[in-house]
């Protein structure tokens, strides 16, 4: 969920990957988060206060989405890969069990243009992080029985399947542009790492080892690259707001990694959700400031 103060200012920005310029689109004195570019290019979604708002390419303001009775939208949602379907994490108000407010996250579907939310998951927590390219399925993390893992849903409802079984965080799933992988963060062996594997769960390999609690790995639309965001500073398995952080690029050809943004204050509500260009030139993050 959004960290609303009037002290905070929130920046989208974009970053051009080959030349790590940075354009900022939209500056507001409010908290939003997540941006995901729409695959015409036009637009960007983000939340805020639990509502979902759009954000044209121009910077010409924040526009809601009607999204009916989901008002406590938190910051995992994502436009399908055909543009015509946006999956929520709202708390079901209606979940008696769990007792934690965002504990009662669930996933909906909706049209792009707003409408009525369809449940997909009828377990809590589950927090959305990816479509299938195929728009068939859903990736998520969700905690079940105390151990919070990686799982996929069709997007039309049915039987959950778990993944990841771990001991530690597995979250942030993504699916690669092909098909053929989920990338993830993982918190194994006491350090917050980027992984991936074969989207039936096999294969599971690790893709960082450095000293950055490393989050939310999101291929670009052609496959050649990942980005994700690092803190600077160890952070566990937790992924804070209001820390430094940065983000990195890695090359899916050679594996090697760079930075495109200098240092920044961010982290959580940065980069939770796939924000690449169509045409998988720039990044779209959000950084913020605190205002006296």
């Known amino acids: 969920m959004a960290q609303q103060s009037s002290k905070i200012e929130s920046s989208l920005k974009t970053v051009t990957i080959s030349t790590h310029e940075i354009e900022t689109v939209f500056t507001e004195k409010i908290h939003f988060e997540a941006p995901n570019w729409s695959s015409n290019g036009k637009y960007f979604v983000v939340n805020s206060n639990g509502r979902i708002f759009t954000i044209q390419t121009d910077g010409s303001g924040m526009k809601p989405v009607n999204t009916d009775f989901a008002d406590e939208c938190n910051n995992d949602h994502g436009i399908s890969p055909d543009g015509k379907w946006l999956a929520i994490s709202h708390n079901n108000k209606y979940d008696t069990i769990q007792t934690e407010q965002w504990k009662k996250s669930a996933i909906y579907v909706l049209p792009i243009e707003g409408g009525i939310p369809r449940m997909v998951t009828s377990r809590s927590p589950s927090f959305w992080h990816g479509w299938s390219p195929d728009g068939n399925k859903l990736a998520y993390c969700a905690e079940r029985n105390g151990s919070f893992d990686i799982y996929t849903i069709p997007v039309n409802g049915g039987e959950e399947k778990r993944l990841t079984h771990e001991a530690g965080l597995d979250d942030g799933p993504d ?46 639309p052609d496959g050649k690259w990942i980005v994700f965001i690092s803190y600077i500073v160890d952070q566990g398995d937790a992924h804070p707001f209001g820390k430094d952080v940065k983000l990195r690029l890695m090359s899916l050809d050679d594996r090697n990694i760079k930075d495109i943004t200098p240092v920044f204050f961010g982290g959580q509500g940065t980069l939770n959700v796939p924000s690449w260009s169509p045409d998988s030139k720039k990044v779209a993050f959000v950084s913020y400031s605190q205002n006296d």
Do not use: C, V
Not at 212 to 220: E, G, I, K, R
């Open 175 to 220: 699916y690669s542009p092909d098909g053929k992988y989920i990338y993830f963060n993982a918190f194994r062996k006491g350090s917050m790492q980027i992984w991936r594997m074969k989207t039936d769960g096999s294969e599971q390999e690790q893709l960082t080892n450095d000293s950055f609690s490393n989050w939310f790995a999101h291929p670009s």
